[in-house]
């Protein structure tokens, strides 16, 4: 009797627990298939927004090119160029030189030639300094495609604006997740005007507009970051009309960036929130009538493009270590 109940007892015990082992199991399975289907709708989705995963293949990706437009300030030159050889995430520094008659001199050279060498001394990386030259005064030259360039990114700045490097940083990794879009500091909007499309006029919307409503469809190239195709497509194969129009009125090679990247792309740029420092006293937007002359740019664009390709958006990519209201 015993021994039958002993021979038993192994038995019920087996069959007691199947059920719960062949549940389990199951149950295990189903939570593995919802991960797998979590991340592959996460990677569909970041497909779809045109973000991407921030990938470690070399120095080069963890860099950009600061690419500095001049124009007859030397003095603004030396700080510009002595205050981003400091930033870390630099690799390279080209400036835009449209002085043909007067070249950079011997003085100057050894300036930012020292900025940068001391720079350099105290990282690990050793930061590349070119001035490249231009025959012609033209503001289409800042768009010129530059030879040997060694990183994807570019950051577009005027020579009298600073970006302290913590803000600069913070738009260089927004822009690592959407590299095909334009990351900026300084937004911009157009406005329509009539309901359809053919009669339809754009006005230029300034900081203030931007500031009252929370929308914008532009970040200006002085100081915006983009990807180095973008230098290509603006001198090679953007219409020639716009880079005609620029030339003649000397004015709006921003506007013009900013339709051909969002006529790219289909897509908004994005703005990132943080001080910066003009620290020139002049220039083409403190002219009179520089909003009339922007929005006549918006409107001349709009009409060769044949559409209006620049797409309002409310989003603002903000360091959450500094924001007090969430």
Partial sequence: MVTNMMRGAPYRWRYRYIPWLFGGRVRIM?????????????AHISSIMG???????GNNQERFTVLVNTWRRPDLLKKSVQHYSRCSNVDSIR???????EPPSDHLLSALQASVKKASAKS????ELKIDMHQEDNLNTRFQPLNDLPTEAIFSVDDDV??????????FTVWLSARDNMVGFVPRMHWSHGEESALQKYTYGGWWSVWWTGTYSMVLSKCALFHMKY???????MPAQIRDYVTSKRNCEDIAMSFLVANITRAPPIWVKGKIFEIGSSGISSLSGHSKHRSACLNAFADI??????????LKAVDARTAWIW
């Fill in 95 to 101: 400036v835009v030189w449209s002085e043909s008659r």
């Fill in 162 to 171: 600073l970006v302290p490097c913590d803000t600069l940083k913070l738009a």
């Fill in 30 to 42: 189903m939570g593995l298939c919802a991960v797998l289907a979590f991340i592959v709708l996460l």
């Fill in 231 to 237: 230098l290509d497509i603006y001198t090679n194969h």
């Fill in 305 to 314: 493009y044949g559409h209006m390709p620049l797409i309002p958006s409310n």
């Fill in 51 to 57: 973000w991407h995963r921030h990938t470690h293949e």
């Fill in 124 to 127: 690990s990386h050793v930061i």
